[in-house]
């Protein structure tokens, strides 16, 4: 156990809709990162946060979007959901920027 | 863009084999992780390094910057070894991990 819960664990959802999915980091984990991976492109790194703030993007579409809360968790919102948005969706935490990084169980989206 | 290219794509090992996974990358970077992906999908984070050499039980990983060049190794494996293990850096003054396409290890008993 990593110490990073994510919620849910498997979503099934119909093209077009909108989810939400959930990130708590390990305790004292400022960093928060989204990862999608789906089986024709492998990982992929979406969102990183620090402390509330966004500090770094990668291949996320204009659809996705994220936030990190005073808190420290951490949203991921899908919309307008397409078949190819079927993949896992994995969270991971850090102390630092550039530490070593605990994964999340991950949620299983699939898009009917 | 730092390209990751990972080496074999599959591996099957005997029990207690010795095993080598190679990962190379073609820009500069700021760390190199391994991570391992267990059959259930979980990830669990291994090593991160920047140079040199790390080991944890029958774990090694070295790296050589130069070369930009990593190898994960295995020593006396074991079936529980099964799995996808992934290599991963993030470039110089980047926090954005770029993955390569993982190596499914089968360890037979």
């Known amino acids: 156990d990593s110490g990073v819960t994510q919620t849910p664990k498997h979503l099934i959802t119909a093209t077009g809709q909108r989810v939400t999915l959930r990130c708590s980091p390990r305790s004292g984990d400022l960093s928060v990162y989204w990862y999608q991976q789906s089986l024709d492109q492998g990982l992929q790194f979406l969102i990183q946060?620090?402390?509330?703030?966004?500090?770094a993007k990668g291949n996320i579409l204009e659809r996705f979007s994220a936030q990190q809360f005073p808190d420290l968790h951490s949203e991921l919102n899908l919309s307008s959901l397409e078949l190819g948005d079927s993949a896992l969706y994995f969270c991971?935490?850090?102390?630092?920027?550039?530490?070593?990084?605990?994964f999340g169980p991950g949620t299983r989206l699939t898009v009917l | 863009k730092n390209e990751v290219e990972q080496s074999p794509q599959n591996l099957t090992a005997q029990e207690g084999e010795f095993i080598t996974i190679n990962c190379s990358y073609s820009?500069?970077?700021?760390?190199l992780h391994w991570l391992q992906q267990h059959p259930g999908g979980g990830i669990v984070s291994l090593f991160m390094?920047?140079?040199g050499k790390k080991k944890h039980g029958r774990l090694i990983a070295t790296i050589n910057i130069q070369e930009k060049h990593s190898s994960l190794h295995i020593t006396a494996s074991h079936p529980r070894d099964s799995a996808v293990y992934i290599c991963a850096v993030s470039g110089a003054g980047s926090y954005q991990l770029t993955f390569g396409k993982g190596t499914k290890l089968s360890v037979i008993p």
């Open positions: 390094l920047s140079s």
């Open positions: 946060y620090y402390n509330g703030e966004e500090r």
């Open positions: 820009v500069g970077i700021s760390a």
């Open positions: 991971a935490s850090s102390v630092v920027e550039l530490g070593s990084q605990y």
